[in-house]
């Protein structure tokens, strides 16, 4: 089994590397850690109250930018809606010339109790999407 995610040391911020056997895993596993840093995502997916579904289409230039393009938005669609997320369900299509993504986000309102870290954006610095061997990673920066 592979490890979802694991932080990784940043002076002002907050850096995660997350893993998949598949860039769709890879992803997904991305938003977990995300998410992980702004909330107490066990408290949050127990919690009391309506779950609401979000769906996310977009392409991009490249896989480095889809992710970045994918996890920013995220953090909009919480923000201006008063949600925060714990699951996201992902199907990534690298046909064509531009790769696309469909993310369905899971969540909840948004209460102080579950909430962690006030997460401003996600940085484009350091972010790469890398394949090793049968294991993809995804190194992302979280501005906070």
């Known amino acids: 089994m592979v490890r979802k995610f694991r ?43 309506r779950q609401r579904t ?12 889809m992710v970045w393009k994918s996890l920013q938005r995220a953090l909009s669609i919480g923000d201006a809606n008063g949600l925060l997320f714990y699951g996201a369900k992902v199907k990534i299509s ?9 993310v369905e986000l899971l969540g909840k309102p948004a209460r102080p109790e579950y909430a962690k870290f006030d997460v401003k954006g996600i940085s484009k ?4 999407v890398n394949r090793r061997g049968k294991i993809y ?3 992302v920066v979280v501005d906070v």
């Open 7 to 49: 932080y990784v040391n940043h002076t002002a911020d907050v850096e995660f590397k997350a893993y998949g056997i598949s860039i769709d895993q890879a992803l997904e596993n991305s938003f977990i850690a995300l998410f992980d840093t702004l909330a107490y995502l066990n408290k949050l997916s127990k919690s009391a109250g």
């Open 54 to 65: 979000v769906k996310i289409m977009l392409s991009a230039d490249s896989m480095e930018d």
């Open 94 to 102: 690298e046909s064509g010339k531009r790769p696309s993504v469909s």
């Open 125 to 128: 610095y350091n972010l790469s």
């Open 137 to 139: 990673t995804i190194d």
